[in-house]
């Protein structure tokens, strides 16, 4: 059982290199969608960080790219029973499996039927070595549909980077009106969902 451990922890070493990261945060970075889904494919971690902290999610976030941010974060999911609470970011995700339900036209039923739920469990919140979420660099760069994505997935509001500031703070501070507006709509659909955001 040692040998079959060693060997999956030395696949996951070499596809893992600093090379496969700066080749995953590239792709994320020029929307190249069928370059991130081969080396997920090929065993990459899709929340794998570079030297300064950066994940393919901040790197789509950045720049805007909502269809590769939406591939990372379907692609995070972690089955959990049914029978655990659902409070807080629980309900969120619940909320999320859903949603994911009515999209692919599978009854609230069903979905419930099933002893295990799809919850996404990709890491939103990864910061940076400035402590910038993805969702930091999608309002400092004015992306409102990834903006809102984010928030409706449940990244939160409420982390400060190494300026002290929240995503809210730097949307305020560079004058991006849109995002302000934007952000207020996604957290005004949550609450009106049930879910507190942070």
Known sequence: MGTVTNQ????????????????????????????????ASSGISLDSKDSLG??????????????????????????VHRSFSFSGLWGLWVLDAVERARQNCISWKHLWSN??????????????????????WACLNGHIEVVKKLILAGASLGILNSHERTPMDEAVTWGKLDVID???????????AGVTVS
């Open 182 to 192: 934007a952000i207020n709509a996604a957290v005004a659909q949550m609450e009106l």
């Open 8 to 39: 999956a922890e030395q696949q996951t070493q070499v596809q893992t290199t600093p090379e496969a990261i700066d080749s995953l945060l590239e792709a994320a970075r020029y929307d190249d969608i069928d370059d991130i889904t081969s080396l």
């Open 54 to 79: 950066r994940t393919a999610l901040h790197m789509a976030a950045a720049n805007g790219h909502l269809d590769i941010v939406e591939y990372l974060i379907s692609q995070g999911v972690l089955r």
């Open 115 to 136: 002893p295990l739920l799809c919850i996404p469990s990709y890491d939103l919140n990864a910061s940076n070595e400035e402590k910038n979420t993805p969702l930091h």
